[in-house]
């Protein structure tokens, strides 16, 4: 781009171009000189812009490639689940209580016992074969509250029913209130611990959270054996590629969100000195 300004000026020059008449005298080519510099600077100004442009294009479509078609998600979130990983749940040692955190489930009119189930269901599951193996002499449930079509209640309770109608075990089932978060969770879990004796638990959650709620648990006093579930990344990393998958998906982005949620949320504990 450079170089055709300058062989535009120097043309314009050679020709001793007239353009401009002031006063009776004439202005030569050194007027045309600058109308054409501002030109060349325009040119270039426009050129710089569309580099940019072209870079972060680029660089936009790398970023959804890079999320969207390879495992790199999948392995940042395995990196927050592989510690908590147990592969043989009868190894574990006895109890006082399993303690399942809320977030695997919503309201809904037209689930079974009004449950909508989410990707983090293996949270149940997990927890409910725990207690059914005799690891713990209780299960807590935790979790927030829904209010829908005029109906309102704790999702925690959605659970504990559901449980009771299935009756996979006979231990007793403990409903926490209200919690906004997982510190509200563990708050309310020390004083259910203290009024029963408790001294030990086992924490189930997914597995890509556990590092926050250990922390927390701890915190409390309670002993904490952690137990990870929706292993998300895990799983992930270990299926079989597919020639699909190089067209960019959703998934990828869920798991860095995820990633990123956990990365965000422990600096924020960590602010407020709560871990």
């Not at 680029?58 to 927050?80: C, D, E, H, N, R």
């Not at 927030?144 to 079509?149: A, D, H, I």
């Not at 029913?161 to 075990?169: G, Q, T, Y």
Request: charge should be neutral.
């Amino acid at each position: 781009m450079l170089g055709n300004c300058s062989q535009f000026i120097e043309a314009c020059a050679a020709h001793d171009v007239f353009f401009v008449q002031n006063g009776g005298a004439t202005d030569r080519a050194d007027r045309f000189h600058l109308a054409g510099v501002a030109y060349c600077l325009r040119s270039c100004r426009d050129q710089k812009r569309s580099k940019r442009q072209a870079f972060f294009t680029g660089a936009l479509a790398l970023f959804i490639t890079l999320v969207g078609s390879t495992k790199l998600p999948a392995y940042l979130l395995s990196t927050l689940e592989r510690p908590y990983a147990v592969e043989d749940l009868s190894s574990l040692p006895d109890c006082d209580a399993v303690v399942l955190l809320g977030g695997s489930h919503g309201f809904s009119n037209y689930g079974v016992n009004s449950i909508e189930f989410s990707g983090a269901t293996d949270r149940i599951i997990t927890a409910a074969e725990l207690v059914r193996l005799k690891k713990g002499e209780a299960l807590v449930i935790g979790g927030g509250e829904y209010s829908s079509s005029g109906q309102t209640g704790l999702h925690g309770q959605l659970i504990a029913e559901w449980l009771e109608s299935w009756k996979p075990f006979d231990s007793p089932i403990h409903v926490l209130g209200y919690s906004s978060n997982t510190k509200d969770e563990a708050d309310q879990t020390k004083v259910l611990a203290e009024k029963n004796g408790w001294k030990k638990i086992i924490l189930v959650t997914s597995a890509n959270h556990m590092r926050r709620a250990e922390a927390l648990f701890k915190k409390t006093g309670l002993e904490v054996v952690s137990v990870g579930s929706d292993f998300e990344g895990l799983s992930s990393l270990e299926a079989d590629f597919r020639i699909y998958s190089i067209v960019p998906g959703s998934g990828g982005f869920a798991k860095l969100s995820y990633y990123l949620h956990e990365q965000v949320g422990w600096l924020y504990y960590k602010l407020r000195g709560w871990i």
